[in-house]
């Protein structure tokens, strides 16, 4: 079992940026992504990471504004998200992957979640 512990969330202005942190417990799995749902919505992926090679993907939503990262040697992934918007606004969640690269978007695929940490953007 793996556990995921989101930090980070807060709440700013539009314009503004927060980086989120989630810290694993280990790391067997292949990808770790952030996905995000606001209410009344559907979740929604927002970004992926490869672990061991570090390969980056994005929604669309968020492409050119947020940056996912990772220190492996803190067993850490990383969410910087500038020129925040309104719209930004959800619970933002952690989650890791033993899946293939082909399912990286999708939420199905992904093994463990953390608790989720809240994001809002005041306009």
């Known amino acids: 079992q793996v556990e995921l512990t989101e930090s980070g969330g807060g709440l700013v202005q539009a314009g503004e940026s927060l980086k989120l942190a989630c810290a694993a417990s280990?790391?067997?799995?292949?990808?770790m992504a952030w996905f995000r749902q606001a209410p009344g919505e559907e979740r929604e992926f927002v970004a992926a990471?490869?672990?061991?090679?570090?390969?980056?993907f994005y929604g669309d939503s968020v492409k050119e504004r947020f940056t996912i990262s990772k220190v492996n040697a803190k067993n850490t992934g990383y969410l910087q998200m500038d020129n925040l918007k309104p719209e930004d606004t959800a619970v933002y969640y952690c989650a890791a992957s033993h899946g293939v690269l082909s399912t990286i978007r999708t939420q199905r695929s992904y093994n463990y979640w953390g608790q989720g940490t809240q994001v809002t953007v005041s306009s």
């Open positions: 280990r790391t067997p799995f292949r990808h």
């Open positions: 990471i490869t672990w061991n090679g570090g390969s980056t």
